[in-house]
């Protein structure tokens, strides 16, 4: 009777310091909802035109409830005198959203940056890539069952300066299977991304080249690795029976390439 009654105590105390701690963060400004984001849309602008206005929607959500107002500062990555700029908003619900536009003068790709910043910090930080001009043609490639009982590595063709997406047919691969990316920015940095199925990314490999290219506003977010990498098992096969390979290159004069296994 004596070991039930200390267990309902002991309950009952627990119950009360959580609502203790819980309350605490609701009188001190802050909450347990996650820590502050920000999204940008579109997040990718492929095809763009020059000269062509081009609106983005920034929204931070999970700012700390005691926040009443947010300032964003944003640089559309160009270079012109309009590239950089500052708004406050009303914080709302832990929201808060702006609406700004740009053209740009000059075909090239490039990195949107925002970031927002109470009183006193800096909350978050946002990336959007723009590419003005021409994409490079996508791709097709197939795995075939002869590729995955070696285990062997497909090499995509290579590439260079623009947004490139490769679509690689599995449909000969047994469910369960994985695969693997192995890929050379030779340098300039580029991204790789993969998504599977459709929509979905199930990785992103960042911004991957040599460190003295930190600071370009080519690459939102900064160079986070050099120019070689590998990651393994990545996804595994569902039902869908392609995947697709998203390469952004923003420098005029980059070069890059990649290669996929896929093993049980």
Not at 84 to 91: F, I, N, W
Not at 193 to 205: A, M, R, S
């Amino acid at each position: 009777m004596k070991k039930k009654w200390a267990l309902s105590a002991l309950m009952v105390l627990m119950s009360v310091v959580l609502l203790l701690l819980l309350s605490g963060c609701w009188l001190f400004g802050f909450t347990l909802s996650g820590s502050p984001t920000i999204t940008i849309s579109p997040n990718t602008v492929t095809n763009g035109q020059t000269g062509e206005p081009y609106k983005f929607t920034v929204t931070a959500k999970n700012i700390p409830s005691g926040t009443k107002k947010v300032t964003f500062d944003y640089n559309f990555g160009d270079g012109s005198a309009n590239a950089t700029g500052s708004e406050e908003a009303t914080v709302s619900g832990g929201k808060a959203s702006i609406e700004i536009s740009h053209s740009y003068s000059a075909n090239s790709a490039y990195g949107l940056t925002v970031a927002v910043s109470d009183d006193t910090d800096t909350l978050a930080t946002g990336y959007a890539t723009v590419l003005i001009g021409t994409a490079s043609a996508g791709r097709n490639y197939t795995l075939t069952k002869a590729n995955y009982d070696a285990e062997a590595w497909v090499a995509a063709n290579s590439g260079g300066y623009g947004i490139t997406v490769d679509t690689w047919d599995i449909s000969a691969l047994p469910k369960g299977c994985k695969f693997d990316l192995r890929f050379d920015t030779q340098g300039i940095p580029d991204k790789y991304i993969i998504e599977y199925p459709d929509g979905t990314i199930v990785h992103d490999t960042g911004w991957r080249g040599n460190s003295s290219y930190n600071g370009s506003p080519l690459y939102p977010g900064g160079v986070v690795g050099g120019p070689e990498g590998e990651k393994d098992n990545i996804f595994v096969k569902g039902s869908q029976t392609h995947f697709k390979v998203t390469i952004i290159g923003p420098d005029p004069y980059t070069a890059w390439d990649y290669s996929i296994r896929a093993h049980k």
